[in-house]
Nanobody, 114 residues
Framework: LQLQASGGGTVQAGGSLRLSCAAS????????IAWYRQPPGKERELVAS???????TYTDPVKGRFIISRSNFEDAVYLQMNSLKPEDTAVYYC?????????WGQGTLVTVSS
């Protein structure tokens, strides 16, 4: 089971980015998959998650701005990030739990300039 995040970059405040998390070794609709982020100097935090049934949850600071979605055909999970703010600057990770262990993909850096 592997996860690989991509799509980060530098964007101005108010802009948008779409992150992708490519899954290998498993079907994305068999697992709950989450996006986390770690701002500079801070702890990693949950941003959004999607369950195997397609239910979604978001942390309050991103509600109404971020959308998590999934493509079963492409075995990928996406995070559409709109109206980005400087405080969204962080390394973003996708993650799932497999046999009781949390698995992480490598992070992708998002930098939002003011």
């Amino acid at each position: 089971l592997q996860l690989q995040a991509s799509g980060g970059g530098t964007v101005q405040a108010g802009g948008s980015l779409r992150l992708s998390c490519a899954a290998s070794g498993f079907a994305v609709d068999d697992y709950a998959i989450a996006w986390y982020r770690q701002p500079p100097g801070k702890e990693r935090e949950l941003v959004a998650s999607i369950t195997s049934d397609g239910g979604t949850t978001y942390t309050d600071p991103v509600k109404g701005r971020f959308i998590i979605s999934r493509s079963n055909f492409e075995d990928a999970v996406y995070l559409q990030m709109n109206s980005l703010k400087p405080e969204d600057t962080a390394v973003y990770y996708c993650s799932t739990v497999d046999r009781g262990r949390r698995r992480w993909g490598q992070g992708t850096l998002v930098t939002v300039s003011s």
